[in-house]
């Protein structure tokens, strides 16, 4: 069933505040460049509902060197080209200017490193 619109604003709420927009880049494929999307945070109950929204990526304990008194973080991550653009576009009109602006610049860069290489991501969110 998809998501509802609240559902999807409750989501670009979530992702403003606890969401990053990056990339990664993969030295073994000529430089490509992957975007990535992630929501990290400690309530895992409230990744796992951003998740069920949103309709892709994947949550898992996110592992790093812990202290006694901290609590286990949760982390949603998604790198396909495809799958962040989807994810952006869902969120867009609830995505303020500066996370429209980083999303586009991400997706560019994806986009121009990877035509270079040989291969074109089907479509760019328009700004």
């Known amino acids: 069933m998809p998501a509802s619109r609240e559902d999807l604003a409750w989501a670009a709420g979530l992702f403003e505040g606890e969401g990053c927009i990056t990339w990664r880049q993969n030295t073994a494929r000529n430089g490509q460049?992957?975007?990535?999307?992630?929501?990290?945070?400690?309530?895992?109950?409230?990744?796992?509902?951003?998740?069920?929204?949103?309709?892709?990526?994947?949550?898992?304990?996110?592992?790093?060197?812990?202290?006694?008194?901290?609590k286990q973080q949760w982390a949603w991550k998604v790198y396909s080209y495809e799958s962040c653009q989807a994810v952006i576009a869902l969120l867009w009109v609830w995505l303020g200017p500066r996370r429209r602006a980083r999303a586009v610049e991400v997706l560019r860069t994806a986009q121009n490193t990877r035509t270079r290489n040989g291969y074109r991501p089907k479509r760019l969110v328009a700004a």
């Open 33 to 70: 460049v992957y975007p990535a999307l992630q929501v990290k945070m400690t309530d895992e109950d409230r990744v796992r509902r951003f998740r069920e929204v949103v309709g892709v990526g994947l949550v898992r304990p996110h592992v790093r060197p812990m202290k006694s008194h901290h």
